[in-house]
């Protein structure tokens, strides 16, 4: 009888593995179909159209790639871009995701067109992200790899041991696989496949790197992990395969430097808390070794990994791993004990770092380690003062909100943190990498929203574990005898096995569990638990009762109900979002008038005009974002593009356009033919002008008053300029014809396309300099770095010498390789920061430095005042802004200014300042008078009339209550 019981339990169970085997593989098809649904939703809105910036540089290099084979590939020098120096780009790529584009259309595709394989890869890779994650969630689940707690962890520290329980948690199912194991990675994966925060990066047209790196960190964390598993004999293989996935990761984007010190921050972790081992040893030397040595072939890496202070640490590890090995090497050999061998780890220990500074100390001085970038110094500071005006003005690298966290990552807000805690209580070697993983993303994530993206797949993973773990609880709890349940988290401390002919009651195993308690309590060194043994074993015997039983199966009910409520809304909340975040940014949808909806393409328009209308060897003058997008579709050769490996070009190009007009054309006329605007409004070409203007400042140290150019910018929510941004180039350009009297010289310049929608204008360059052109195309005139090289970057003309010899060439802040430029640029830096933490000191000081220029401008008008009659004057300034300047009284450079000219006399500097600054007139003085009391006072009849031309008025009062007219009073 009891045999066929057990057969019959055993057929059930059988049984009941097939259906749940069933169910898992429908979840990870329908994840998978849902991670492509959602990502391919851009094409179907919009076709195959790359997105954003970075896309199309991406694409134009596939293309080239496509074309030319590797080998030209590699020693491509494209003198379309960065004009007039060009860039190596084969050297200065991470070319893994070009490759796999290639070899899909080549061996997987061919039918396809390669922009259409380059349009669907994001779709593709985000399936794959998807499936890679619920790898990693399932190893991490498996009862071998979490099979002890933080506690025992901290235990094995203090007694210098290092344990390894069998595993106690999880229930084989059918074919090898585990409960929960399974249920954590469908979590996983059904979190992965539409969560936003990685969405935002993976949607169809999104060429971009971070598209196909997601998928390729996941696959070197989840090899990692799988390295350490519990009782794993080949660790020494996957350690292998993590560093060849490793190669795939540096080949595909330059956040390789997160994944090697996340695996580098977990190997030393562990060996902290005393869980070093062979395993451990050979899985991080073998990953370390191999995966450093393939990141060294790709061109854009080189020496890097030993050279940059960002990879030192991984490195540094890398070489105590030796240390830790040679002194357990001769532990064994020697059979010291405890206390021998920490002697003989501290004095080897003593020994390597004695070495290891000497070397340091020798090879430093030399310049060998470079500084580390601005861009991970960003992570460690708040946004906007890294002394980097060109990275502070990026607006992916702001500090992320908690706004930001529910907008990209909705309920895992909430669910992963239980995660966290879940797995905090079954650690392993494996699981623990969580923990790293989870706590530097949030800490990264946290400092610069843009990095929010790394927080998707260990945001899922956690998640998942905390929904699967709930779920195989539940389902066994609603479905199993209670009698047989088995407990699916692992436990702390190991039960005994029961005998033979034990029959497995609460009583007894009450009694066997009593009597180790009271073994253990004889030592109390061995008994620090005991007491949390004995409420473990009352919560057992008070869970099985019929009141225990009822209890748990009504609180797994309310459980799975809400844990449908809270899934229904985050699938739902992810496909609301999913349109939004599909929008291919080039283009987009909106609505006329009369309501209609349109796709407004004016920026494709613009290109496309460009490639139909003008010469081939045109260049085009634009701000460095649309660089990218100009040379891959217009085919055009452009100043700058998205990349900033250049910052002084790029400075050049800002002073170009955040200049006065005269200033700006003189450049533009040796660089460019046509000038190309963003003109929409929104986030349009002057509304990044400040920007554009203190990235020339750090270069070109007299471009503005401070290093935060606070006076370039508007001075009030309606949109006024200030005096630097409306006398400037871009200005004139921007509002050419359409803002209230402002009109681009005519001489210089000539509107040649204002696209339908008016987003974007271009201007051809009147007067260009052909002899700059012609120097600039001409072979001889590159600088190659040997003869017959395919190394030869271009050089300015001998037409901006002028401009060039004023430049002082940027210095990170923590560049301690700079040499005799450390005084000046720290000075810079000082200053930089020191305006940004004062901005109204600046613009102060912006004021005064503007009213000193505009006296030199008077001085210079006062001596050639026929020049001056020819300027157009300025529109009648509103009576909000009248109302502005004449509020403020106070003694300024300005107000000064004014006074001694009409104490002198000086109408016609008056008169010509008026034209160029119409609020001039309405300047007051601390006491409350200004020009129209002094020009009273010193009784002049023809700058009285010249203000009240101006629209001065004469009945205005100063603090004394006393009118201009009242000066005249003997």
Not at 268 to 276: K, M, N, Q, S, V
Not at 436 to 444: D, H, P
Not at 663 to 689: F, N, P, Q, T
């Amino acid at each position: 009888m009891v045999a066929n019981t057990k057969k019959t339990s055993e057929s059930s169970n059988y049984l009941f593995g097939l259906v749940w085997l069933g169910a898992a593989i429908y979840g990870v098809y329908f994840a998978l179909g849902w991670a492509y649904k959602i990502r391919i939703l851009a094409l179907e809105g919009y076709g195959y159209v790359i997105h954003e910036f970075d896309p199309y540089f991406n694409f134009r290099a596939t293309e080239y790639l496509y074309n030319n084979g590797a080998e030209r590939f590699f020693k491509w020098f494209d003198y379309m871009s960065w004009y007039p120096l060009g860039r190596p780009v084969g050297s200065t790529i991470y070319p893994g995701m070009q490759f796999t584009a290639v070899f899909l259309k080549n061996h997987i595709f061919p039918s396809m067109s390669l922009n259409d394989v380059c349009c669907s890869m994001p779709a593709w890779f985000g399936m794959l992200s998807t499936f890679l994650v619920g790898c990693i969630a399932y190893e991490c689940s498996l009862p071998q790899n979490c099979n002890s707690s933080i506690w025992r962890f901290l235990v094995d520290i203090v007694k210098g041991t290092r344990t390894d329980p069998k595993p106690t948690g999880g229930r084989h199912m059918v074919f090898g696989l585990y409960s929960p194991s399974v249920e954590c990675a469908l979590g996983a994966m059904g979190f992965m496949a539409i969560v936003p925060a990685h969405l935002m990066r993976s949607v169809g047209g999104g060429y971009d790197n971070e598209s196909v790196a997601v998928s390729a960190m996941s696959l070197t964390f989840y090899l990692w992990v799988r390295s350490l598993r519990g009782g794993e004999k080949y660790s020494y293989l996957f350690g292998i395969l993590t560093g060849i996935a490793y190669f795939y990761m540096v080949a595909a984007w330059g956040g390789y430097v997160f994944v090697l010190n996340m695996v580098g921050v977990h190997a030393a972790a562990l060996t902290i808390f005393g869980r070093f081992s062979f395993k451990v040893y050979a899985a991080y030397s073998l990953f370390y070794s191999i995966g450093t040595f393939l990141a060294m072939q790709i061109p854009v890496v080189g020496m890097t990994p030993l050279k940059s202070l960002e990879q030192m640490g991984p490195c540094l590890v890398f070489l105590g791993f030796q240390v830790l090995q040679l002194c357990e090497f001769l532990r064994k050999k020697r059979r010291l004990n405890r206390v021998d061998a920490w002697k003989l780890r501290i004095k080897v220990g003593m020994i390597s770092a004695v070495v290891g500074i000497v070397m340091i100390y020798l090879i430093l001085p030399k310049g060998y380690f470079g500084p580390i970038s601005s861009r991970v110094r960003g992570l460690f500071v708040k946004h906007t003062k890294t002394g980097n005006p060109l990275v502070d003005s990026v607006a992916e690298h702001q500090a992320a909100s908690p706004r930001a966290y529910f907008q990209y990552l909705h309920n895992l807000c909430l669910v992963a943190p239980v995660g966290f805690a879940f797995v905090f209580w079954n650690l392993s070697d494996s699981s623990s990498f969580l923990l790293t993983w989870g706590a530097c993303a949030y800490f990264f994530s946290h400092k610069m929203v843009r990095l929010v993206l790394l927080t998707a797949p260990i945001g899922s993973v956690l998640g998942g574990i905390a929904a699967g773990r709930v779920l195989s609880w539940c389902i066994r709890t609603l479905w199993d005898d209670p009698a047989v349940v088995e407990e699916d988290t692992c436990e702390f401390m190991e039960e005994p096995a029961p005998a033979k002919n034990q029959k497995g009651d609460s009583n007894g195993n009450r009694q066997k569990i009593k009597k180790i308690i009271k073994k253990k309590g004889s030592n109390k060194q061995k008994s620090t638990f005991s007491a949390i043994e004995g409420l473990h074993v009352a919560f057992k015997d008070a869970a099985k009762s019929n009141e225990g039983v009822i209890i748990q199966r009504c609180l797994a009910a309310f459980l799975l109900v809400v844990m449908y409520i809270a899934a229904s809304g985050f699938k739902t909340y992810c496909w609301q979002l999913a349109p939004q975040l599909s929008n291919p940014s080039i283009m987009m949808k909106g609505r006329l008038g009369d309501g209609n909806e349109v796709i407004v393409d004016d920026y494709r328009e613009s290109y496309w005009w460009l490639r139909d209308n003008t010469p081939q060897d045109s260049r085009i003058m634009a701000w460095w974002d649309y660089g990218y997008q100009i040379t891959a579709i217009a085919n055009r050769t452009t100043i700058a593009d998205g990349n900033t490996w250049n910052h002084e070009h790029i400075a050049l190009l800002g002073k170009a356009l955040t200049t006065t007009e005269d200033e700006g054309y003189e450049i533009a006329r040796h660089l460019a033919d046509y000038v190309l605007i963003w003109a929409g409004g929104g986030g349009d070409d002057l509304a990044k002008s400040p920007h554009l203007a203190r990235i020339a400042n750090s270069v070109y140290r007299d471009h503005c008053s401070d290093p935060a150019c606070r006076g370039f910018g508007f001075t009030d929510r309606q949109g006024t300029p200030s005096v630097m941004m409306e006398r400037s180039f871009l200005y004139k350009l921007h509002g050419h014809n359409m803002a209230n009297g402002v009109k681009a010289n005519a001489r210089y310049f000539q509107e040649v396309f204002r696209s339908k929608y008016g987003k974007v204008r271009i201007f051809k360059i009147l007067g260009v300099s052909q002899e700059s052109k012609d120097w600039v195309a001409n072979p001889e005139n590159r600088l190659c770095d040997v003869p017959g090289s395919w190394y030869c970057p271009g050089q300015y003309p001998p037409g901006l010498q002028d401009i060039l010899s004023r430049k002082t060439d940027f210095a990170q802040l923590e560049d301690f390789n700079r040499g005799n430029r450390g005084q000046s640029d720290e000075q810079y830096q000082k200053e930089y920061f020191e305006a940004l933490a004062n901005p109204k000191k600046a613009v102060d000081k912006a004021r005064e430095w503007e009213v000193s220029r505009e006296k030199k401008v008077v001085e210079d008008a006062k001596k050639n005042p026929v020049e001056t009659q020819e300027e157009e004057p300025k529109p009648k300034p509103t009576q909000e802004q009248i109302n502005e300047v004449n509020g403020k009284w106070e003694n300024s450079e300005a107000s000064t200014l004014m006074w001694e000219l009409i104490t002198n006399g000086q109408i016609d500097s008056i008169e010509a300042w008026l034209k160029r600054e119409p609020l001039a007139a309405f300047v007051r003085s601390e006491d409350g008078r200004g020009p129209m009391w002094w020009a009273f006072e010193s009784r002049n009849q023809e700058i009285v009339k010249l203000l009240m031309r101006a629209g001065v008025s004469h009945g205005d009062t100063d603090k004394y209550g006393k009118k201009p007219a009242s000066l005249l009073d003997p």
